[in-house]
């Protein structure tokens, strides 16, 4: 039997009205088995998630070494969606022992993960399924990574009994014994982990949206919906900016070739985008699947006279970032010139200054230079490298528009094109792309 591993968003557990569209989904398909929650998000323009309201919690925890003010949004918003709900749950137990382990573990990690414990319990009585906590089930190792082993284990010990279990995204244990979050958007990654763990056949993932589009729809006005995307190109435009599924979801399930179904929990009817393995991947017909695109990111371009015939140039130039912890995005190259692309929020303050200072120590360039305020735009595709002219049609199109672009780099695999331009040219950008290869 096919078997289906469903997560829905924070937006489909805003409140008790989407919870019950929730657990129609659920229950109009026997295949979706397993489900793994959020926290509560949005129910309106101008309101606040509930991950949010328990960092407010949390920052209360550490000024006062109590919470009660910030919390009391927090059991308002629960309480209102029990109400709705009209389930048999005693809520305000559950919200009492809740707020006293906030006081007692005063973790950041814990207080954040308390939005997904709560949903899934909740989701739990209104399904009558089992409710298995995530931090019995999902481990991290000392360095921080997820113990696979031991997790694919303990979720499939506590499934044996066969019947349908609601489990908390976002979060597990650490080595530590303590509550540990994944990062923002991590509840994907956990669904991926349960889809992999229960060697499930589908991945769906439930949001508020119909699929990935080609592009930002607040930047291009209704672009076209991407029928399937690649693993990679999914990490490519994830990663850029199209936040519809968290770009480290797709590490569990691709290692299981399973496929992820992006769903809209308001629009069940629609289609949405299949994210698939290159074995089973099939392209419609386009150059080019999507463009996304990410501001703030600093250029240092560093020039030496036989940079190609000094060993080692590179190498001395990376352990000045290794050794002030920052991460690189993209190394764009010549014979006699190197570029090393960061984020900005990763250099700011004092340490921009010292990285330069230690480029010039240990690599004597011959110049430095920092271009700051510069926008990554993706041009992403598996057809691009079967098509002529690809960056012709690409930097004509930039051409047209009028914008000059700063930096250029595509990767040996040819599934994309990246250029840095201004910030201000951002969206720019991106639309001239967009027109010219989706009309």
Same mark, same amino acid.
């Given at each position: ?7 829905f ?32 998000? %949005?129910?309106? @323009?101008? !309101?606040?998630? /509930?991950?949010?309201? #328990?960092?407010a919690?949390?920052?209360? $925890?550490? &000024? ?18 029990i %109400?709705?709900? @009209?389930? !048999?749950?005693? /809520?305000?137990?559950v #919200?009492d022992?809740?707020?006293?382990? $906030?006081? &007692? ?35 991290f ?11 694919y284990?303990?979720?499939?010990q506590?499934?044996?009994d ?25 509840s ?9 763990a229960?060697?499930?056949s589908?991945?769906?993932?439930w ?23 690649s693993?990679?190109?999914?990490r ?28 809209n929990t ?21 150059i080019?699947?999507g463009?996304?695109?990410?501001k ?39 014979i ?26 240990e ?21 691009m ?37 201004k ?12 027109h010219?290869f989706?009309?």
């Amino acid at each position: 039997m096919t078997l289906k591993v469903c997560k829905f968003g924070g937006t489909s557990m805003a409140d008790g009205n989407t919870m019950q569209t929730v657990r129609k989904i659920i229950e109009s398909d026997e295949k979706r088995k397993y489900v793994v929650v959020s926290a509560p998000g %949005k129910r309106f @323009n101008g !309101d606040t998630k /509930v991950t949010d309201l #328990l960092y407010a919690c949390y920052n209360e $925890l550490k &000024e006062t070494g109590d919470c009660k003010q910030s919390f009391a949004k927090v059991r308002a918003r629960f309480e209102s969606i029990i %109400k709705e709900l @009209n389930i !048999d749950f005693d /809520v305000k137990s559950v #919200l009492d022992e809740t707020e006293k382990r $906030l006081v &007692e573990e005063h973790s950041a990690d814990f207080t954040a993960s308390r939005g997904e414990y709560l949903s899934a319990r909740i989701m739990a009585v209104l399904l009558g399924a089992k409710f298995i906590d995530s931090e019995d089930v999902v481990f991290f190792k000392e360095d921080g990574q997820l113990d696979d082993l031991a997790t694919y284990r303990a979720i499939s010990q506590a499934v044996a009994d066969g019947g349908c279990a609601v489990f908390p995204g976002f979060y597990g244990k650490g080595a530590d014994g303590k509550v540990k979050t994944f990062s923002r958007g991590g509840s994907d990654i956990s669904g991926a982990i349960v889809a992999r763990a229960v060697n499930a056949s589908v991945y769906e993932n439930w949001t508020d949206v119909s699929g990935f589009l080609a592009c930002d729809p607040r930047i291009v006005e209704n672009p076209k919906r991407i029928k399937n995307l690649s693993y990679k190109e999914l990490r490519e435009l994830s990663y850029m900016g199209a936040n519809v599924l968290h770009s480290e979801s797709i590490f569990p399930v691709r290692k299981a070739n399973i496929p992820i179904i992006i769903k809209n929990t308001f629009r069940p009817e629609d289609e949405g985008t299949a994210i698939l393995p290159i074995t089973q991947y099939k392209p419609d017909g386009n150059i080019v699947t999507g463009i996304a695109g990410k501001k703030n990111f600093t250029v240092i371009l560093i020039e030496k006279n036989h940079m190609n015939s000094e060993i080692g140039f590179i190498r001395k130039v990376l352990s000045v970032l290794e050794r002030e912890g920052v991460s690189i995005e993209h190394i764009p190259s010549g014979i006699d010139t190197m570029s090393v692309v960061v984020d900005s929020d990763e250099i700011e303050g004092y340490k921009l200054e010292q990285i330069i200072e230690g480029i010039k120590n240990e690599a004597e360039p011959d110049v430095i230079r920092v271009m700051e305020n510069v926008a990554l735009i993706a041009t992403v595709g598996h057809g691009m490298s079967s098509s002529i002219g690809t960056s012709a049609r690409l930097f004509k199109a930039m051409s047209e528009a009028n914008i000059n672009a700063k930096m250029i780099d595509q990767g040996s695999s040819e599934l994309n094109i990246i250029v840095g331009v201004k910030n201000e040219d951002c969206e720019k950008c991106i639309a001239a792309i967009y027109h010219e290869f989706f009309g």
